[in-house]
């Protein structure tokens, strides 16, 4: 078992990628923005130990899960309200996005109590990441918001090229990029900078989650035109578009041999959507999970490679864990699930 403070420093707060749940058509649309840490830029899961955490949207809740999902340990509720994203920081403590309430709130491990609670410049938040420096960034809908460690009280305010954040990832040099839905942009920001040194727009259409390859490509998850489009670092026109099995995607995710997993909100044969998993480099999927899959909103891959998937429907809301490669169903979490918008792996 890894210690808590290497874990941050592999992938704590990439265990979970990215997700903005919905049709895209009506906010607020449910969903876990991509959460990024600066090294390394690809998600690889190192979970071994941790606690499974489940933002509940409409249940005012975050349930966490002993390792692997089996049992139910907790319910966090104080001071939750519309939960739409979850971070670790370096000190293994959860932060939590609570969209209506306009607050992000903090719990130390093992707690049920915020130890802080942040107000102050927040207006929808619904993304969050750290940077190198452990500086907390809040997505809202006009804003990125920086907050020193400990602090309640905005570092400095990026709002040029922000509209409506869904997603926030940082890649290897420490470059912050945010997945405006509201201009169909993705904008970069050099580390402390407040005005965008790219901007992404071609190919992008409401885009709902980011994510990094091995190779330090970005992903895109573009939730209204079905499209999840490929940039090399550096470029700002696709360097490939992936259409086949996209069908309003909301969620990204690699696991550690660089397989793409796109949660696809709507879509399939029942149109309760499904996810698409595809080899490196490909653009056709392997294969297409939908067993017990029900409007997915969120993914997470663990340390074994296994999936797992917040299904979103309200009236069958649960999380399925599925085997490598989405496989085989491993098992289904029920309890305290209710309409799940994010998950991470903590203590």
Partial sequence: MKSISSLVGVLLNVALLAACGGDGSSPPLSGAPAV?????????SATVGLNLYVANYVADAVTVYAEHGKTLLRTISQGVNFPDALAFDSSGDLFVANYYKKTVTSYAPGSTSPVLTISR???GPRALAFDRSGNLYVGCMKAVQVYAPGSTSPLRTISQGISHV???IFDGSGDLF???SGNRTVTVYAPGGSSPIETISDGIDFPSALAFDASGNLYVANNRASTVTVYASGNVSPLETIT????SP????FDGSGVLYVANHYGGSQNTGDVTIYAPGKTSPLRAISQSV???DALAVDGSSNLYVANENYNASTVTVYAKRGKNLLRTIYEGVKEPTALAFGP
């Fill in 36 to 44: 990024g840490a600066p090294e390394p830029a690809v998600t690889r």
């Fill in 121 to 123: 410049g927040l207006n």
């Fill in 166 to 168: 869904r997603a926030l």
């Fill in 178 to 180: 945010a997945a405006n």
């Fill in 244 to 247: 086949d099995g996209i069908f």
């Fill in 250 to 253: 909301v969620a990204l995710a």
């Fill in 294 to 296: 029900s409007n997915p």
